[in-house]
């Protein structure tokens, strides 16, 4: 099955500057890759998110990349704010008809003031 | 964007006993949920996607007569945690997407949540 791999498991940065998650997944049939933000004792929620046939989106201060050669996606956040501070998930779909996500190990981002 | 809800948001029980816990698509309908488990400082593991009028589909190691899921309709699926255990306390999260019919998937939205803890 789909596997995701992700880094870094933490990530501290001050406040203003900008963050890079990587993940790496292994089927190269995963079409729909999105990236999640959780904070604590609460669901994840998505916050954006890319298929395969786009190499790039932008929301604002965030931005997604995809490599579909290396099989490798990241999340940028620019200009970061303490309200970023939270667990950053990746994930991809992984074959379709199968269509639960399988997830990343989890980013947790720390923005100082 | 679409809402999912679940309830309860957190349960206390004892050794031995049943939790159900609900999920619903609040505007939208799902034939295909989703139920996840995810431990302090972990990432999320599917458990078992539920299907409306059929029986789910586990992950391999999850034991279906412990963790009973039921999708009753295209808006409601719900998990009971049968003879619950201490070390099946965790966060428990459904999810769902709206009926999915083209090439890529919609946008799956997630509960908030279930915090279950057995003592």
């Known amino acids: 099955g789909e596997n995701v791999e992700q880094h870094p498991s933490t990530l501290s940065v001050q406040e203003g500057d900008s963050a890079v998650i990587k993940c790496t997944y292994s089927d190269s049939a995963s079409n729909y890759f999105p990236w999640y933000k959780q904070e604590l004792g609460k ?8 298929r395969s046939n786009v190499g790039e989106k932008k929301d604002q201060r965030i931005a997604v990349t995809l490599n579909k050669t290396a099989k490798h996606f990241s999340l940028h956040i620019t200009e970061t704010q303490p309200e970023d501070s939270a667990v950053y998930f990746c994930a ?8 639960a996500l399988t997830f990343g190990s989890g980013t947790r981002l720390q923005v100082q003031p | 964007g679409a809402v999912v809800s ?39 593991m599917l458990m078992a996607t539920s299907n409306e009028g059929s029986k789910a589909t586990y992950e391999q190691g999850v034991e279906k007569d412990k963790f009973l899921i039921n999708h009753a309709s295209l808006t409601l699926s719900t998990l009971t945690v049968t003879s619950a255990h201490p070390e099946d306390s965790s966060f428990y999260i459904c999810s769902a997407r709206e009926n999915p019919g083209g090439l ?5 939205f997630f509960g908030q949540g279930t915090r279950l803890t057995v003592v």
């Open chain 2, 104 to 108: 890529y998937p919609t946008e799956a």
């Open chain 2, 6 to 44: 679940q309830h309860p948001s957190w349960v206390i029980c004892k050794s031995g006993t049943s939790v159900k816990i609900e999920c619903r698509s609040l505007d939208f309908q799902a034939t295909t949920m989703f139920w996840y488990r995810q431990f302090p400082k972990q990432s999320l």
């Open chain 1, 92 to 99: 991809a779909n992984g074959r379709t008809g199968r269509r």
């Open chain 1, 43 to 50: 669901g994840p929620q998505l916050i954006i998110d890319i």
